[in-house]
Nanobody, 125 residues
Framework: QGLLVESGGGLVQAGGSLRLSCDAS????????MGWFRQAPGKEREFVAA????????YVADSVKGRFTISRDNAKNAMFLQMNSLKPEDTDVYYC??????????????????WGQGTQVTVSS
């Protein structure tokens, strides 16, 4: 409970930037993959980006490629999502997640073992 906590969401104007953080209260095992998902009302939770904890390999969804960057700080057990050039369609609740035995290129909600509570990102026109 509460092992993953997101922060950094808020209201921004289109074209602006936000930096989301996902902090783990315990050490993240190097065999885990960490990722970001987002979900809008009435829609399925969709993949945004993922990173391997050991090597830092990343995979980013086409919808945000070139605008969003995922990173991590192993020493601080933290993961980040730098979101630039935000668009109104990026408005969603963003969740961080952790998964074992998963390929970051095929990371789905069903494969995730732990979730944060979510942080709201709202992009105005």
């Amino acid at each position: 409970q509460g092992l993953l906590v997101e922060s950094g969401g808020g209201l921004v104007q289109a074209g602006g930037s936000l930096r989301l953080s996902c902090d783990a209260s315990v050490r993240i095992f190097t065999t885990y993959a960490m990722g970001w998902f987002r979900q809008a009302p009435g829609k399925e939770r969709e993949f945004v980006a993922a990173i391997t904890w050991s090597g830092g390999s990343t995979y980013v969804a086409d919808s945000v490629k070139g605008r969003f960057t995922i990173s991590r700080d192993n020493a601080k057990n933290a993961m980040f999502l730098q979101m630039n050039s935000l668009k109104p369609e990026d408005t969603d609740v963003y969740y961080c997640a952790a998964a074992r035995r998963v390929d970051i290129a095929t990371m789905t909600p069903e494969k995730c073992d732990y979730w944060g509570q979510g942080t709201q990102v709202t992009v105005s026109s």
